[in-house]
């Protein structure tokens, strides 16, 4: 699995990009930056996007990538999403007045995007990758990710703060390759952490743990874990404070990073 980091940051600068992430040049998690970060041709061969959720960051893009595509007469965009995030979508961003709605341009029938509504851990095949949502801790409907490919398992938190579910469910997983986890606020800024549910460095080391002993009794300081979603402000002191954690396997994502699973 060819996992490219198109953006991997909490803001933007410019040299911050919100959230996307490419597998295998065809399916993209998360839409923040899909055309800010992508060439065309890129943007044009993708197959699919997974949304973890509407806010803004993760859904900017779609606007341009759908005129793009459009302009290009490519195949139909898939985005995937949970009902809540889907009817965000369609309500208040492709609604034809904050934007187009592309999933009626040029034509009902071959439109530039086409909506594929998720149920939560109710597994379903997208770009010949097995897709499952699991739903995460934030301020409004989010789910994590995992893609089974042929290679194995690449888990994606979405945005999120303290959480159970996914841990579980990642328990049961066998061949995870690496999991994508956001981190957002340093540890001195946990109130805004809370209240916004993203984590902070502490949070993060706490929610890990919960992952333990995994099937194939690898432990979760061996798990490649690639840190998202630091906000610029706080970039410096989330990576410090994220290197004094001890026993994990982090990386801080950065721009441009490609990791072969
Ligand atoms: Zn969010
Ligand atoms: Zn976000």
């Not at 009902?83 to 709605?101: E, Q, S, Y």
């Not at 490649?224 to 396997?249: D, M």
Request: include cysteine; aromatic fraction near 6%.
């Amino acid at each position: 699995m060819d996992l490219r980091v198109i953006g991997c940051h909490g803001g933007e600068t410019p040299k911050h990009r919100t959230s996307a992430f490419v597998v295998d040049d065809r399916v993209a998690i998360d839409a923040g930056s899909l055309t800010s970060g992508m060439e065309l041709p890129a943007q044009c061969a993708l197959e699919a996007v997974l949304v973890s959720h509407a806010h803004l960051d993760h859904v900017r893009d779609l606007a341009t990538i759908a005129d793009n595509r459009n302009q290009n007469h490519s195949e139909p965009l898939i985005v995937a999403g949970t009902r809540p995030t889907l009817a965000a979508l369609k309500k208040h961003f492709f609604n034809g007045l904050l934007w187009p709605d592309f999933s009626k341009i040029p034509n009902a029938r071959r439109p530039a995007i086409r909506y594929l509504e998720l149920g939560l851990e109710k597994h379903v095949t997208i770009a010949g990758y097995d897709v499952n949502a699991i739903a995460v801790s934030h301020t409004i409907d989010t789910c994590g990710f995992t893609l089974r490919g042929k290679d194995g398992v690449l888990a994606y938190s979405g945005d999120t703060g303290p959480t159970d579910r996914l841990w579980e469910v990642l328990r049961e997983t066998p061949n995870l390759r690496a999991l994508l986890m956001e981190v957002s606020f340093p540890n001195e800024e946990h109130r805004l952490a809370k209240v916004s549910g993203h984590h902070t460095p502490e949070t993060l080391a706490k929610d890990l743990a919960k992952l333990g002993r995994r099937p194939g009794r690898q432990l979760v300081k061996e798990l490649p874990t690639l840190l998202y979603h630091i906000k610029p402000s706080f970039q410096a002191v989330v990576e410090r404070e994220c290197a004094r954690l001890k026993g994990l396997n982090l990386t801080v994502c950065a721009l441009g990073d490609q990791f072969i699973l």
